[in-house]
């Protein structure tokens, strides 16, 4: 009588567990970068609670706080000069739109596209 074959071979777990590791390395790449958008995001929304009810926003004010705010966040990448504050009607608007990079290894890479709008007032 032949024996039944049971569980799974080795060339099985290999086939399951490679494409496994490639997603969980993927993911461990991507995520300082979305850490670093956290921080940015924060930042902004931090300067617009400082902002709320102020009718004299003066962009160099804004610009300078959220630098003090980068700096004690250890935000790199986006610079402060990438956030722009523009006019919407009545309104200030915060914005930002970068990209970022990751590698993974030899010649792929993975693009992060990041944006982020805050009303100030």
Known sequence: MRARQRGITFIGWVVLLVPVAI??????????????YMKVSRALEQIASEAKGDDQLSVQALRNSLEKRFDIDSVSYPKTDQVSFVRDGQKWVAETHYEDV??????????????KRVPLN
């Open 23 to 36: 997603v969980a390395y993927a993911l461990i790449r991507t995520v300082p970068v979305y850490l670093n």
């Open 102 to 115: 990751t590698p993974l290894f030899a010649n792929v890479s993975i693009l992060l596209k990041f944006d």
